[in-house]
């Protein structure tokens, strides 16, 4: 590999492909460096004033830093948090900067945030293919895990958080003493523990940490789900369902939790345009509850990219790639519509969006909201969702694969991006022979093209340059 530069993105719209590079460029300015003071690593990303490490913000920032062909750094916003952990396994969710202490409040004593280090960990796997840092952080991860049994699991087998636990600090959902993302959160961070220990060839620990995720998913689906509405419910101190429909139950499609009957169902609400399929997918509450706000106020109705994504992954895991990517284009043009607040020139990036139309989210209780280049959160749309879902790739360092997933063809695709010791270009265009794919790779990887309900195929790609006619295949 002689090159280290992002990856070009190709795509008919010019203005997708300049708001995916300026992403690139504002986040050279998100780099800090650690103290002697405050523990925290050498080079780490950050939002400039921010103050503290939040683990929420570092565990889905990895999932667009991954694709900088390692211009970047991905590991340190991780190992900020595992070079934190006590004796006990907790691993508080924000650190100050400049002590390097936990921050803990009235509102989460503990300071316990969402558990989904194993999901980034496994994601950074496949994209970077460093089986060996694996081995070194899942003691971490599994005395995580044990703190977060002892301390929040209760004799119902759900696991209770306050509701900042959620980061939906101002959600109307009443009296939730077991939230549903909460439960599903840590249901991920068993499953995706499997997972690791499948990569290590632990078939003991794979088995006991599947034996708990199936454990959990029993208990969510027989408690949380209500199968009248098609929804699934936070519970209250005597397990009874508090009917708020929030965005935090369709973390149950990211864990794998509902059949296909079930999904189904919970799906419609996010297609239904009067719920959660607004002009901008999706708000944190739906439409019709009578707490929700046009103009977001919060968790009570804006649009959060980092939920946005979580909503998108979910509906890959139940193959409807189709929705996820029609979703994924209606927020982009959401987000590049949205201008500088009193027409001011110049265009920017938000921490949160207005569900209904273009505009940033309002808060008027919160100061400074939503932070403008909020990239923590806004990358995950402009980079990681432009990847995946525009574009369509899902690729594997370790299994040297990348899959192509698109419901129609179109004038797009990638250049230079990173294969480990390999960079590869995939192009679409449309030609006189037909459509046509144009490949160039430095060493053999395979290559999927899955046009939804059309064809799909597995070729070997070898080193060099090639095309491909999708008629011919």
């Known amino acids: 590999m002689t090159k280290k530069e992002f990856p070009k993105i190709h795509f008919y719209d010019h203005d997708v492909v300049e708001i995916y590079t300026q992403t690139w460029h504002w986040m050279k300015d998100f780099w800090k460096a650690g103290t002697h003071r405050n ?57 100050d900067e400049t002590t390097g202490k936990p921050i803990l409040s009235k509102k989460n004593p503990q300071g316990v945030l969402p558990p989904l280090f194993s999901w980034a960990e496994y994601n950074m796997y496949h994209k970077t293919g460093y089986k060996k840092r694996i081995k070194e952080i899942m003691p971490k991860l599994e005395k995580y895990y044990n703190w977060l049994e002892a301390n929040f699991k209760c004799q119902n087998g759900l696991y209770s958080v306050p509701l900042a636990a959620t980061t939906m600090e101002n959600s109307p959902r009443g009296d939730a003493h077991y939230p549903i993302d909460f439960n599903c959160q840590q249901a991920i961070n068993t499953l995706y523990m499997a997972h690791l220990s499948d990569i290590l060839n632990d078939k003991d620990k794979s088995y006991r940490y599947k034996r708990y995720y199936f454990s959990l998913k029993t208990r969510i689906n027989s408690l949380m789900w209500n199968n009248t509405d098609g929804y699934y419910y936070d519970l209250d101190k005597k397990d009874k369902q508090i009917k708020v429909k929030s965005i935090a139950s369709f973390w149950p499609l990211l864990a794998e939790i509902p059949t296909e009957e079930k999904a189904a169902k919970l799906i419609a609400h996010l297609a239904n345009p009067k719920q959660f399929g607004l002009e901008n997918p999706f708000p944190t509450l739906s439409a019709k509850d009578k707490n929700f706000e046009k103009t977001g106020y919060g968790y009570r109705g804006s649009v959060f990219p980092p939920f946005t994504y979580m909503v998108i992954k979910g509906l890959e895991k139940y193959n409807r790639h189709d929705l996820a990517r029609e979703c994924t284009i209606r927020h982009l043009y959401m987000v590049m519509d949205t201008k500088y607040p009193d027409n001011e020139k110049g265009e920017s990036l938000w921490e949160a969006y207005q569900p209904l139309q273009a505009g940033i989210a309002k808060w008027p209780k919160r100061e400074n909201f939503p932070r403008r280049r909020f990239l923590p959160y806004a990358a995950l749309s402009t980079v990681a969702l432009v990847i995946e879902n525009l574009v369509g790739l899902v690729i594997s360092l370790p299994r040297k694969t990348v899959d192509w997933i698109v419901p129609t063809l179109e004038i797009m695709g990638i250049e230079d991006l990173s294969l480990r ?38 070729l070997p790609i070898p080193s060099g340059k090639c095309s491909l006619l999708i008629e011919k295949i």
Request: proline share 3%; glycine share 6%.
């Open 421 to 458: 010791r390999n960079l590869i270009t995939i192009l679409s265009n449309k030609s006189a022979r037909g459509w046509e794919i144009k490949l160039e790779s430095e060493k053999l990887y395979y290559f999927t093209i899955h046009i939804i309900g059309q064809k799909k195929k597995t």
């Open 39 to 95: 523990g925290l690593c050498s080079k780490y990303f950050n939002f400039p004033t921010n103050g503290r490490i939040n683990q929420f913000e570092a565990i889905f920032s990895t999932f667009f830093l991954v694709y900088s062909n390692k211009v970047f750094p991905v590991h340190p916003v991780l190992d900020n948090f595992y070079a934190k952990q006590e004796t006990d396994g907790a691993i508080r969710g924000e650190y």
